[in-house]
């Protein structure tokens, strides 16, 4: 790994916004759930959540490949677990659904702790949802169509919460809120991807890396790597 790619994994990791999170209510789409995690990425979020469908979606949002690299993906089994977890975190949960009780959804102050519920392609929002959310949102409409994709849905409402965010000086951070075994597990695995995947097959610890991301390790362990 160079010392500037070291660099740049270290600046998106101090920006990462560990309170603010999506859950996908199983989004049945691969290019959707694709789509949503890029844009997870591209806005700071450390983890989205989600309840999937069907068990192929499920492993399908767990494949490593492009954004999904830089982002986690919790699995719940249920809605209800899900939105106990995130309101455990002290989050505010928000649903996209019109309803009487609905606000135009940059109303909503995302510098708070907030996870953001968007529904399935073919029914939307689940009455479980809806009734555990604290707040109905709303992307005003003027059209004809009474809804939007699902992933453009997200990157508005992300986009909303990052502008709010960056205003708010929530980006600029001397340090990342991530734990540093977090940080350190990334770091190797992002910056030395094939030494990673021949450790963990082989049940070895990362090293440590150094200030420029070059590995520390001693002799033993690069011969346990070596090793048949």
Not at 36 to 44: F, L
Not at 46 to 66: D, F
Not at 122 to 144: E, F, N, R, T, Y
Request: include cysteine; glycine fraction near 6%.
């Amino acid at each position: 790994m160079n010392s500037e790619r070291y660099s740049r994994i270290q600046q998106v990791l101090k920006a990462r916004q560990t309170d603010l999170t999506v859950c996908l209510e199983e989004v049945h789409k691969p290019n959707n759930v694709s789509a949503v995690i890029r844009t997870a990425d591209a806005v700071g979020l450390h983890k989205i959540h989600a309840v999937w469908p069907n068990e192929q979606m499920r492993t399908l949002g767990h494949t490593s490949a492009g954004a999904r690299n830089w982002v986690e993906v919790e699995t719940h089994d249920t809605t209800l677990e899900a939105i106990q977890h995130l309101k455990a975190q002290g989050m505010q949960v928000l649903v996209t659904h019109l309803s009487d009780q609905a606000v135009d959804f940059r109303s909503i102050d995302y510098t708070k702790p907030t996870a953001i519920i968007l529904g399935s392609e073919k029914v939307g929002i689940s009455k479980q949802a809806l009734a555990l959310a604290d707040q109905d949102i709303v992307i005003p409409m003027v059209g004809m169509v009474q809804s939007l994709n699902v992933s453009v849905a997200g990157a508005l409402i992300l986009y909303e919460a990052q502008r709010q965010r960056q205003d708010a000086g929530m980006y600029q951070r001397d340090v990342s809120p991530l734990p540093d075994e977090t940080i350190q597990r990334i770091l190797f695995e992002r910056g030395h991807p094939v030494l990673a995947k021949v450790a963990k097959r082989k049940g070895l610890a990362y090293p440590q890396l150094d200030d420029e991301g070059q590995i520390v390790a001693d002799q033993d362990w690069w011969k346990a790597m070596q090793s048949a």
